[in-house]
C-alpha cells in the first residue's frame, strides 16, 4: 500500500534531530511535492503524539500561533529546552539550526 501526503510528511518530520528545525516547505520537498507546504502544516496541526510537530517552523522562522496549549510560548518553550538559537525578534536562527534532511543525518553517522 502506498504511503499517503500525511504519513509520509510526518514520517520525515520523525528523523528532525533535537536541536534542529525544518520548515513547512522543507517537508513537502522531502515528500515529493514542494507546493505542499500547507499540506505539511495541516499534517503538522494533526499529527500524532509521537512526531516532534514543535520542531517545524515557517520559512522565516517563525513559530505557529495555533501550537497548541499555549500557541508560541509552549512553541518556543519546546524548541529552547532542545538548545534550538533564536534571534532577537523571536524567530528561529535558521542559520544555525535548520535541518539539512535525511541526507545531512547519513553524513554525521
Not at 520523525?14 to 507546504?37: D, E, W
Not at 495541516?42 to 512526531?51: L, Y
Request: glycine share 8%; hydrophobic share 40%; aromatic share 4%.
Amino acid at each position: 500500500m502506498a504511503e499517503n501526503t500525511f504519513d509520509a510528511i510526518c514520517r520525515i518530520a520523525r528523523q528532525i534531530p533535537p536541536g534542529r528545525v525544518a520548515t513547512y516547505g522543507q517537508l513537502a520537498c522531502l515528500a515529493g511535492n514542494p507546493r505542499l507546504s500547507r499540506i505539511a502544516g495541516c499534517a503538522m496541526h494533526s499529527a500524532p503524539a509521537d512526531v516532534p510537530c514543535h520542531r517545524v517552523v515557517n520559512r522565516r522562522g517563525e513559530l505557529c500561533a495555533a501550537f497548541t496549549p499555549c500557541g508560541k510560548e509552549t512553541h518556543r518553550m519546546l524548541l529552547e529546552a532542545e538548545g534550538v538559537p533564536f534571534l532577537p525578534d523571536g524567530r528561529v536562527d535558521l542559520s544555525q539550526a535548520l535541518w539539512a534532511g535525511p541526507a545531512q543525518e547519513m553524513l554525521l553517522t
